[in-house]
């Protein structure tokens, strides 16, 4: 009964990612970057995301050598589907330790609810109407981690947390919660304070040392949004008063329980960091951000519910959280990709494999399972000598991709800027590039060299 759970949530996950994806609804950034890395990997080389810029190892964006565990995976079948429907069976899978505790705790019809109320809770659906993202691969381990703490299994836990390392650099912050709480809750302290140093000397390794060294400007590129900054800490941290609508939106689905369970506290670092932030992405319930934490959050609501008098309304509380998943879940949409978006693939078709294409932001993950793919407007057409720009940008001209294809929107997409996409188009015919296709909005653009 335990998988039962994984297969609704698979099933689920699934039908909401992959239309998306054949409604041309995904975006280069971020499906579009993580194809790439997980090519490299699957060619047998380095992880090289043109969309970030020429020759950029995605090592230098985010600590995550995790991903070409997808490799085999990608090699037998390319495309950006391959890396959807493995985030839903990792999201999937998660749901089995959740629902095994639960089903260990409050019996099977109770537990299998919990289970499902974990596997359709928001926190993951809403990462999966975002394309896909590294995150996918620590869901699994820090449900297994927390799963193993509220058993009290200690060495189980630090083993199943100390991967996360290679996940995302941020993810250290949930091996030290894991750390810290088996330092403080268990006999084997040493093992605690182990899994402590490891997550602190693994985040500073790859915030100070890793990523700079394969970052091109040579330091973490998101110092800017952990900067201190000029004003108050304290501040800075609480307010908005937004914010806090992220820990709400987390504990209420549970019904509170979670807040019974000191495991609750393993939220309190990934949170105070996001808060931390200048980008109000990271604080915000929406995006991918709060999939890590769902795990953590259920399993703490299990043990919270298991530390009080089973009787009564309590033990309808699996049931209520359900519902209340079912009632914040959206339903799939089962509608086919429309006669616009079938003309739109056999306009994209004009770009032969292989090719070097700088591709707007919605197109580009079409085209990164069979070219080399950059950002348009960001590029340098082939005859330059790396001083002439199409359209204005804060980075190196250094770093600009050069591409003999260029495939464009007439409405441009609102990432990265408007402004320069149109800029940039009109710059296209006087760098010699011509108009071989046009169609649903879509203008394929090839370079042929002035004689």
């Given amino acids: 009964m335990v998988w039962l759970p994984a297969f609704v949530v698979a099933l689920f996950q699934s039908a909401l990612s992959l239309p998306r994806h054949w409604r041309m609804q995904t975006s280069g950034f971020d499906l579009g970057i993580f194809e790439e890395a997980v090519r490299g990997y699957a060619d047998l080389g380095a992880p090289v995301v043109t969309l970030k810029g020429a020759g950029f190892v995605q090592l230098g964006d985010h600590f995550s050598p995790a991903l070409a565990v997808l490799a085999p995976f990608y090699r037998l079948w390319p495309g950006p589907e391959t890396l959807l429907v493995a985030q839903s069976l990792l999201f999937a899978l998660s749901t089995v330790p959740v629902t095994a505790l639960a089903v260990q705790w409050l019996g099977r019809a109770r537990g299998v609810a919990a289970g499902l109320a974990y596997g359709l809770s928001w926190g993951l659906w809403q990462a999966s109407l975002f394309d896909f993202h590294e995150i996918a691969l620590a869901v699994p381990l820090v449900a297994c981690a927390t799963a193993a703490l509220a058993r009290r299994r200690w060495r189980a836990a630090v083993w199943w947390a100390l991967p996360l390392l290679l996940v995302k650099e941020d993810m250290g ?55 201190p900054g000029d004003g108050d800490p304290l501040t800075r941290l609480l307010l908005p008063a937004a ?56 399993v703490a609501a299990l043990d919270g519910l298991r530390r009080l008098p089973q009787h009564g309304p309590l033990r309808l509380a699996p049931a209520a959280m359900l519902a209340v998943a079912l009632l914040a879940a959206p339903l799939p949409d089962p509608t086919r990709p429309g006669p616009d978006v079938l003309t739109a693939r056999r306009v994209l078709a004009t770009v032969p494999d292989g090719a070097r294409v ?89 370079w042929q060299p002035t004689h």
Wanted: glycine letters at 6%; one cysteine or more.
């Fill in 358 to 446: 700088a591709a707007s932001n919605r197109l580009a993950p079409h085209l990164t399972s069979r070219c080399t793919v950059s950002l348009f407007p960001y590029l340098t057409f082939p005859d330059s000598t790396g001083s002439t720009r199409l359209a204005p940008d804060d980075r190196s001209p250094l770093f600009r991709p050069t591409a003999e294809w260029a495939a464009t929107l007439d409405t441009p997409d609102p990432f990265p800027s408007p402004t320069d996409e149109l800029t940039a188009q009109h710059s296209l015919p006087t760098a010699g590039y011509h108009p071989v296709a046009h169609d649903a909005g879509i203008t394929i653009w090839h």
């Fill in 243 to 298: 914010k806090w609508w992220t820990p709400a939106a987390l504990f209420a689905p549970v019904l509170l329980l979670a807040l019974r369970s000191p495991l609750a506290l393993l939220t309190v670092l990934p949170l105070a960091a996001r808060f931390w932030s200048a980008n109000p992405a990271h604080w915000s319930t929406g995006w991918h951000y709060n999939a890590v934490l769902m795990p953590v959050v259920f």
């Fill in 173 to 227: 912050l949930l091996l030290a919660g894991v750390g810290g709480h088996v330092l403080l809750a268990g006999r084997r302290r040493w093992l605690g304070a182990a899994a402590l140093a490891a997550a602190v000397l693994g985040t500073l390794l790859t915030v100070l040392v890793l990523i700079p060294a394969a970052n091109p400007m040579g330091g973490y590129p998101y110092n800017a949004t952990a900067a």
